[in-house]
């Protein structure tokens, strides 16, 4: 197993997919259908991550070219210590190795990493939480959503802030093949003048490649509700 973080003894083990959606290991007839069928040289592998506290990670793999990127968050609430973190393992074909580890650092308060998602030039779109400043961006409430794109090198290509006079949570990405990501998620608070809110509602945003925000839709509903996931069809809908 291959060790990306190693400070204390709480172990979390993950299969990594590619960018074909084969995953690694398998066993009895499956083990032999997928060595016929691996792109990276016929082999399998497995991570092993070691962290102190608690941890959450999403993975995607990478459309340009073979590699994964891993989010997640490091520390914990109570310690107010908080930090998402954004891994791009490549070498897969041998050994995997750590391209580049960036940690999420907002210029105050806590981060958390929730999901992410690789375009088509290896640009990875990275969604969380921050209950500070993010990117020269000041807080709106309580904790703001972020929306940071790296390109494939782990540069910042731009960040954005979302939020309300409370608390706003992102949850969900995904890429719109006409270009740029959608996210969604949840407020209790407006996020717009235009916005009508009550209680907890659901949200889902539109930003370009660019990081232009083309729109924003709060969901009103009678009770309180959250958006945990987002889909786009081929038409950008």
């Known amino acids: 197993s291959s060790d990306l973080i190693s400070d204390g003894s709480q172990d979390q083990q993950a299969t990594p997919t590619d960018s074909t959606g084969n995953t ?3 066993t009895g007839t499956d083990a032999n ?4 069928t691996d792109p990276l040289s016929k082999k399998t592998f497995g991570l092993q991550i070691k962290t102190s506290g608690s941890e959450k990670i999403s993975f995607s793999a990478a459309s340009a070219q073979p590699a994964i990127y891993l989010a997640g968050t490091s520390g914990t609430v109570a310690d107010t210590n908080q930090t998402g973190r954004l891994i791009k393992l490549g070498n897969l074909s041998t050994s995997p190795q750590a391209a580049f580890n960036t940690a999420i650092t907002p210029d105050s308060g806590t981060s958390t990493a929730q999901s992410t998602v690789v375009d088509a030039n290896g640009n990875v779109y990275v969604l969380g939480n921050t209950t500070g400043s993010f990117g020269g961006q000041i807080e709106k409430g309580d904790q703001d959503v972020y929306l940071t794109k790296y390109d494939s090198a782990g540069n910042v290509q731009w960040r ?9 949570s992102g949850y969900s ?5 006409t270009g740029g990501v959608v996210v969604a998620g949840s407020t209790t608070s407006p996020l717009s003048q235009n916005a009508i809110g009550g209680g907890t509602d659901s949200f889902v945003a539109k930003y370009t490649a660019d990081g232009t925000q083309k729109w924003l839709h709060q969901i009103d509903p009678v009770s309180s509700d959250t958006a ?4 786009v069809d081929s038409s950008g809908n």
């Open 173 to 177: 990405l995904a890429l719109d093949p």
């Open 24 to 26: 690694g290991g398998a």
């Open 160 to 168: 954005r802030l979302l939020g309300s006079e409370t608390t706003a």
């Open 33 to 36: 259908k997928e060595a016929d």
């Open 228 to 231: 945990l996931a987002v889909t």
